[in-house]
């Protein structure tokens, strides 16, 4: 017994140092919302329109730095159909968000809620990121692929330095991405995800090119020892959920 309290207190005390690892430094909060099927259309014409607006004061009246929408491109009941990405540039300020969520849960007004729910949120923090010189959101296509980590998070810190990153950074040359982002939770281990990654493609024909500059890019990898450790190690570091495709909700 002694021996399984001491266990439970220190993934405890682990995950209290991941949460506060950046301090009053940045953090991001993800929201995920699902719908009805036959609520799906409605949800996504109201978010186009006045529910982005609604994010898009918000941030002007500063209660976050930055913010993305994502609407899922397909109907996959397994996934969300919604994805929200507020960036704060101090974790306090997290507080202002929270004091919106009194009356609006995930950002939602009553006749949002009425179409769709607000079902999950995660504290997380931006490890890695790179952009293209210039990007166009509107024409953008994305893919967010959660994992669950199968080692410790400095284990999977190494493991993307040598394995994902050069990859990525290929994938951006070849100016298939435009942008991509890296984000560890705050407190994992567990469901809905460890680590999420966001890639962000410049377009529709660029998404639809992503296995054949997925594979020049690797090959062209795979001369470099390091990288082909850490690819033949990766199916022991982390296992891939549901991956999404989306677009961008914008404000008019």
Not at 55 to 71: C, M, N, P, T
Not at 205 to 229: G, I, S
Request: aromatic fraction near 12%; include cysteine; charged fraction near 25%.
């Amino acid at each position: 017994m002694r021996q399984t309290v001491a266990v439970v207190l220190a993934l405890l005390a682990a995950s209290s140092v991941r949460a506060q690892e950046k301090g009053e430094g940045p953090t991001t909060l993800f929201l995920t919302y699902q719908c009805k099927p036959e609520r799906r259309a409605a949800f996504r014409s109201h978010m186009a329109g006045l529910g982005v607006g609604r994010f898009e004061g918000w941030r002007k009246d500063g209660a976050f730095k930055d913010y993305l929408v994502l609407f899922s491109s397909y109907v996959n009941e397994a996934t969300w159909d919604m994805l929200v990405r507020l960036d704060f540039a101090r974790y306090a300020d997290t507080e202002r968000w929270a004091a919106i969520e009194r009356t609006m849960p995930g950002g939602l007004s009553a006749e949002a809620l009425a179409l769709c729910s607000p079902v999950a949120s995660n504290l997380a923090d931006l490890e890695w990121e790179a952009a293209a010189p210039t990007r166009d959101p509107s024409r953008a296509r994305y893919v967010v692929i959660p994992y669950q980590l199968l080692v410790g998070v400095p284990a999977y810190k190494e493991y993307f330095a040598a394995y994902v990153k050069p990859q990525f950074d290929g994938w951006l040359a070849e100016k298939a991405l435009t942008w991509y982002g890296g984000y560890l939770n705050q407190h994992p281990p567990g469901p809905p995800w460890d680590a999420l990654l966001i890639l962000e493609y410049a377009d529709v024909a660029a998404l639809a090119r992503r296995d054949v500059v997925k594979d020049a890019v690797r090959k062209r990898l795979a001369a470099d020892p390091a990288w082909k450790k850490a690819s033949d190690a990766k199916l022991e570091v982390r296992r891939e959920e549901q991956v999404v495709l989306a677009e961008a909700l914008l404000a008019r």
